[in-house]
């Protein structure tokens, strides 16, 4: 989100977890400086919204893994073996 929010911009995030929120705004508190915490009700629910300030402080560029079409990963899902007993929902006889 820093990356793309210029100096001065204003993110306003909802949450329930204020705690998980909170550190990781402290992990990230050279991009964004945190102007106040609104605790809200939504329906009996608690929740929090953060109002937050981009700094000038540069964001670093996230570095993106990418996956070749020729060579997928190992780790795909199986394929189905193709076996009629092994069939899930009507066949054409059934329907």
Known sequence: MARTAR???RACLLTED???LIKAIQT???LWQRRF???I???????FVFV????TAAAQKASAA??????????TLPQNSGSPDKQVGPTAEES
């Open 18 to 20: 204020k705690t998980s």
């Open 37 to 39: 915490i609104l605790s």
């Open 7 to 9: 100096p001065g911009a």
């Open 66 to 75: 990418t996956v070749s079409v020729d060579n997928p990963p190992e780790n």
């Open 41 to 47: 009700n939504i329906g009996g629910l608690s929740g």
């Open 28 to 30: 990230y508190g050279k």
């Open 52 to 55: 937050l300030i981009r700094t």
